[in-house]
């Protein structure tokens, strides 16, 4: 983002505005956090904020100041496409294409607002009037940071902004260990800190607040796991029946493809996990180094994100997909051998 487009954003700041903020559907900590650091940072302006999400997120994510106030499209639908309809700019965060907000793309797409993008994914669609894209930043909450910064509004950040942000940047740098994490993340990080965000009770809320049921279908995710040695590869996978028996919850397989990716000498891991009120195999796909998940997803499964962290999803069954997922292996040997 230029010094032209931040003194054009400042223009449109200086007088209160209608702003609505959007995070992807199936939001994450990084979406929740940067949105609602964003709320409350405009909220200081005076401007009419209000944060809306496609759907529901998991409830280790509730916490988070402000999170009362977030109104949901797919139960709340004709309340929120009435504030995207009146709004003055609509700041798109931690996506970069307008389907990834599932059935609210639409709306936003034929909205004349003026729109604001937030984001450090791969490929971005040219629909926003100002874009900040970065992909080497670790989490669109440390771009909400820098965002505040250029405005020249770090002082403006208090406790509860400093919350939201650090939550983001913890959860979507797997607790500052991937290789997004840098040093000008933990700057950030310490400066959040000072500024009163509570880091071992974030850490609390978010990790440590497992229910019985969701720890027996980690089991049974692990009792599932195969690994492919000549691919350097592990997989998961989780039925319906499975999810059922364990009462799954929304956020009950939050970061389970890990576990896959933690074993000695597995370069790609992978999770299928199927859905059948939607009728899709939701696929997370890991890897170490510099192999693209990234790629594999947009080539193969109707997907994307980062290098080393990408979603996808497939409209075959759970056996087809994972036979699918076994069959194109051999072509990534190569890569996957040489990580």
Partial sequence: MNKDDIYSIKQLLSSPKNI??????NPDGDAIGSTLGLYHYLIKGNHNTNVLTPNDYPSFLKWIPGEDTILKHDSQPAECEALIHKADIIFTLDFNAFHRTGNMATVLEQSEAIKIMIDHHQAPDDYAT?????????????MIYHFIDMLGDVAQIDATIATCL??????DTGSFRFLSTTSTTHRIVANLIEKGANNTQIHNNVYDSNSYNRLQLLGCALSNLKVIPESKTAYITLSQDELNTYNYTKGDTEGVVNYGLSLDGIVLAAIFIEDKQEGIIKISL???????????????FNGGGHTNAAGGRSEKTLQETVEKFISILPEYNNALNNE
């Fill in 20 to 25: 609505v903020i959007v995070p992807h559907k």
């Fill in 286 to 300: 890991r890897s170490k180094g510099d192999f693209s998940v990234n790629e594999m997803s947009r080539a193969h």
């Fill in 166 to 171: 650090y939550t983001g940047i913890m959860t």
């Fill in 130 to 142: 100002y874009m900040f894209s970065d992909v080497n930043m670790s989490s669109t909450c440390e």
